[in-house]
């Protein structure tokens, strides 16, 4: 299973951008897809995160702000993340977890590469 991220980039405060993962690979199901996020000098923490059954949840600090979504279709998940602010500058990861690869289950987290959301005037 590969993840690859995309839609980071340089924005101003108060602006938007669009994330999206799609994972790659022999898979049947994937439990759990989302995003993650580790500034400089700081833990990876949990942005969002989004069940196949539909479930979300959000870090405090994004809830309102941030939306995650999910294609299962086509294995990926999206984080539109509006109102951005200095503090959501970041490298963003995307996860995914539980996957069921040829009727096999992964109890595993995945990674994708980061991408850079840098949010300064």
């Known amino acids: 299973v590969q993840l690859q991220a995309s839609g980071g980039g340089l924005v101003q405060p108060g602006g938007s951008l669009t994330l999206s993962c799609a994972a790659t690979?022999?898979?049947?199901?994937?439990?759990?897809m989302g995003w993650y996020r580790q500034a400089p000098g700081k833990q990876r923490e949990m942005v969002a995160v989004?069940?196949?059954?539909?479930?979300?949840n959000y870090e405090d600090s994004v809830k309102g702000r941030f939306t995650v979504s999910r294609d299962s279709a086509k294995n990926t998940v999206y984080l539109q993340m509006n109102s951005l602010t200095s503090g959501d500058t970041a490298v963003y990861y995307c996860?995914?977890?539980?996957?069921?690869?040829?009727?096999?289950?992964?109890?595993?987290?995945?990674w994708g590469q980061g991408t850079q959301v840098t949010v300064s005037s």
């Open positions: 996860a995914a977890n539980g996957v069921t690869s040829m009727g096999r289950f992964y109890n595993r987290q995945y």
């Open positions: 690979g022999d898979i049947d199901l994937i439990n759990v």
């Open positions: 989004h069940t196949r059954t539909g479930s979300t």
